[in-house]
């Protein structure tokens, strides 16, 4: 969103425009953005065969899942049903990379059937996999290189306590189960959290895999996950993807003619292709002026962005139907029935009751993590591709509450 001769605008349509046609709370994704910054990471890694594995968790929608694919984007998934929304996509199953953790057997049997590129997370499914499939269907593992690296404990995955990965100090227990079920690893995987802003950890991390890939002579590429920064705020420091890309690709270059082939270089990026795209757009019930704070009650909250509450996240808030207006201090907080601060202390311009505000970086984790909670209805979804917004997910409805309640009498 952008400030055009004092009015906001996405793509040129002016956001005021797309709640009265669509409503409000609003989720507005735009296109363009989605697609540069897909193609920033494309040309930062591009002296490597790179291929981006689009995190489909952060936001699943199945026409943002089409824009993706369309333009040139692969695809993570961490459950059967993500895999199948990315076929329905049109996604091939090559395509797809199924990373879960602690699912049941049978759902990884049920995404072998599938074809896609399974990826294994514990030395016991490990067991199993082996002793099904042998030689004749190849996986990759996901291993915990034990660093500590990501914004925060609850989005940090690769440090010992965590629940994800094989330990890289259980190399010798992964070496026996591979050898004794002669299972062919054909990618090693890791994943150490987000919002990591290092050049180095992901250069470490690297170096670890590279130590361990003269174990695993099948292997046709080497996965480093994500945790790709991006701003959250004017000032943030974020992830510099460029100069990663010149150190990261020289490297794993120079490794595979080590290793005596050209290998993929693949990424797993959920937040840095979707998160800055969108914006939820709320409207502003009441004003009210407390002794100590003046609090904003918008008509959302929690319920349909949880990263505040969360992680901790910091959302910038601002006022589209007021971009002039005088800067004051306020808390902005949802309707539901349970502390939901969207913004605490914020300088916003002047807000009116009925004023439209926008929360940035709504684009990740926003929709995908929304619930009912409070029976609210989860907001529409629209989609500004070509200058022309379009609806791609409809505001539920009193129906949707009640579809799957069985009401017995009482
Ligand atoms: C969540 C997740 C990602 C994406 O993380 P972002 O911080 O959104 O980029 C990538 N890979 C795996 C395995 C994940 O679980």
Known sequence: MELQQGVYRIQGIDPHALVKEFGSPLYVYDADKIVSQLRTLKTAFAASDVRIKYAAKALTN????????????????????????????????????????????????????????????????????????????????????????????????GHSNSKFGISVHQLPEILETVSAHNIRINGLHIHTGSDITESDVFLKMADILFGL????????????????????????????????????????????????????????????????????????????????VTFVGVDSGLNHLIRPMMYDAYHTIINVSNPGGEKKQYTVVGYICETDTLGADRMISE??????????????????????????????EVLIINGQAKLIRERETFEDLLRHQVEIDI
Do not use: W
């Open 62 to 157: 199945l026409s943002i899942l089409k824009l993706l694919r369309k333009s040139g984007s692969d695809i993570d998934v961490v459950s059967i049903q993500e895999a199948q929304l990315a076929l329905r996509a049109g996604f091939e199953p090559a395509q797809i990379m199924y990373t879960p953790s602690g699912v049941d057997f049978n759902e990884l049997i049920a995404c072998v059937d599938l074809g896609l590129t399974v990826n294994i997370d514990n030395l016991s499914t490990l067991a199993k996999f082996g002793k099904k499939y042998r030689d004749t269907y190849p996986c990759s593992i996901r291993l915990n290189p034990h660093i500590m690296a990501g914004g925060n404990l609850k989005i940090s995955t």
């Open 213 to 292: 890939a003269k174990n695993f002579p099948h292997l046709k590429f080497m996965d480093f996950g994500s945790g790709f920064k991006v701003a959250y705020k004017e000032g943030d420091v974020v992830t510099n993807v460029n100069d990663l890309g010149q150190k990261l690709t020289k490297a794993f270059n120079e490794f595979c003619e080590g290793y005596g082939r050209k290998l993929e270089l693949h990424f797993e990026p959920g937040k840095f292709i979707v998160s800055e795209s969108g914006h939820l757009l709320v409207r502003t019930n009441v004003v009210k002026k407390t002794p100590t």
């Open 351 to 380: 807000v009116r009751e009925g004023d439209l505000l926008a929360l940035k970086n709504a684009g990740a984790y926003g929709f995908s993590m929304a619930s009912n909670y409070n029976s609210r209805f989860r907001p529409a």
